[in-house]
């Protein structure tokens, strides 16, 4: 499902779904941010803005203000939280400081953890339901559970 | 045969390289995205035809969204070269090829030439250039600016390729693209003609403003609204770049990990801002106090010559004017050349090692809250060396109201004329810490620079902000080469300026204070000047003198070490010592501010007229000089509570 670049964390590799239709876009497609490429993030200035993506083989920075606008989706069935509405999950990656993975775990969400999407934003855990922002949502990654 | 041949490629591939490699022409090099602001031509004869070479600025496309990218453009369009030359970077060619396909479409005799060879091989790639030239239908050449591989293949390449043809390789679209083309090409054909009209309905379809525009009498909404397959065409062309380039290269290994490793600690999340101005400040460091006693040797030479002077040719017109006016006036900014040229060694090392971008980079954020972004954080730097070319880096920025914010604010940071006056200041009032009171000066150019966007965006532009894509090329070992060529172009620059336009401002500054009464510069022309000038002034504490100074280092600024030269070049004494009765140290503080930010040279003002019009340089003389008054006037207020 789709989600926007600025929210892929560092290291993560995305598949460009759509970018802006304006004259960032028209830069944007030339320099190789196609649909269809994959685009990786490499690393983020201070403050967490703006961005290194590596596409093609180039290194280029962006501004979350326009990564933001640029769709894509996180490749092998990764998705944030934020767009998950149902189903068994395993958490993969987190997105935070010591203080965001601190309160997840109070809440029985870690790496490695499963949990149930009871509707948006709904958690259910070991640990009990728990409503969850989306803010923080956009910063959890799942992969669907099969097992 | 007179053959005219365009360089394009994307920013930072090597076409200055390239263009110095094929006309053997100086021009100077940088790792640094968007460095060639103008169009720069060289001639070179070859097998009995003579080449005339254009340097294009970088750009990824012709959908032009920088005025670099618009010059590159027109000339593609309009001057009509006989061969264009597209330069790609053999270590990520997709970009530079997807720049060809345009260019073909344009039906232009096209090469690729695939740069950085050298650096391929490093790293085990190998191209097929026979497949390339295959599938592409343009003659390949495979080329190292560096270590001058193919540069011969290339002119023979050069040669043959204009006496060809002029022939159609078009790569062709899916149908459904092809087809839409087609229709509305039949609809455009009575306007632009047959031939043309093919690369007007595509790019219609890709949203060109310029073409939209011209189109706009014509309905075409019926086959399409304009910009409609902007991304379809882009995929398109990737797609087919990307079966070529599949084709074309073994052993791909893309590996970026030096520079990765390297990127890791310089633009890192908490400490890349701190090495950034760690790293400036051992630059600066370096510049002023390691190559001091140069300077010194240089200064003590100079007085020693004035005297020696006087002593031969005894007391008189003649003497005067080459003992005060040119020993005392050329002299006294000679003295700092090893302190420039340090300087822009350093800067040439930033920007060809490619961390300028980086700095950039790290430095966005901050650009953000003053609604600029790090693309004109890279021209401020810039203008540490010199305003000049900073004022013309700026139209790499796509967004105008950003770069006439920064075109009135590049003067600000302190470029290197201004040098020598802040050494001389604080070599007198306060020479135990002066490298300390030099930086501060050049941290507090920077921080004017950034001030003054934000008041211009307040209050001419209010609220939008720029935008920041960049391509960060790889860390590349400078050359010594390069650098070299890099520290004598810029340092030979102010060499000629010493030579003519302080030479002759020097002359003339003597003939003003040697009349009417050489004996009392008091009752001087100069002087008479100055103390005008210092009625103005008076508030900061500056006077006739120092007003003097000032008057005439507008010119370039230089000439007020110039000034002081003569106005102190009474015999005995040196400099040093007369100065240090003219201004207490807040005094002395507030006048190098002043000197800082006050009226951009004028050469810096006839580039920001031909650049922006009269109206700007116009605003930019006004605007500097208040914002000197006023930081001079703080300085003064601030000082005096401490002193
Ligand atoms: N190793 C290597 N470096 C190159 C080559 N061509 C250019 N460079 C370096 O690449 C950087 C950018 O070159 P420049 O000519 O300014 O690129 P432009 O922006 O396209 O004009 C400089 O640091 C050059 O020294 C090459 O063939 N091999
Ligand atoms: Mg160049």
Redesign the pocket.
Known sequence: MAMSLSDVPVGFEAKIISVPDDDVGSRLLSMGFVPGNSVKVISCAPLGDPRVYMVMGKMVTLRNDEAKRILVSVENGMEPLSNVTDGIWRVVHLVGGRNFREKLRSMGIDIGSTVKIVSKGVVETNRGVFRIGLGMARRIFLRRDDA | MTIRVALC????????????ALTGMRQY????????VEVKEGVRSWRGHQLIIT?LP?TYSLLATSLDEKIARDFLLYKTPDVVVV?ADALSMEQGLYLLLEILELEARAILVV?????ARQKGLVIDRQELSKHLKVPVVL?????GEGIQDLLDCIVSTASTEQKRVLFNFSDKTEKMIQQLAALIKAQVGEAASRWFAIKYLEGDPHVVERLSQLVLKSVAKPGNLKSQIARERYDHIQLIVKESIMAISKELSMSEAIDHVLTHKFIGIPIFLALMYLAFNFAFETVQPLSDFLEGTFSHLAELTKARLGEGMVTSMIADGILGGVGAVLAFVPNIFALFFLLGIM????YLPRAAFVMDRVMYSLKLSGRSFMSFLLGFGCSVPAVLSTRGIPDVRERIVSVLSVPFVSCSARLPVYLLIASIFFSRNQGVVVFSIYVLSMFAAMISSLVLNRTLFKGQKGIFVLEL?RY?L??FR?LALYTWLRGKHFLVKAGTIIFISSLVLWALMYFPDPNDVTRSFAAQIGKAVSLVLRPLKFDWRASTALFFGVAAKEIIVSTFGMLFNTQGETLTEQLSQLFDPVTAYSFIVFVMAYIPCFATLATIKSELGTKYAVISVIYSFSMAYVLALAVRMIGGIFA
């Open positions: 490629g994307n920013p930072n591939v090597g076409k200055t390289s390239l263009f110095n090099v940088a790792n640094w995205p968007g460095v060639t340097d970088g330069i740069n950085a060879i050298d650096e080329t190292s600016a560096l270590t920007e060809d090692s490619g090329p590349r400078p050359s390069n």
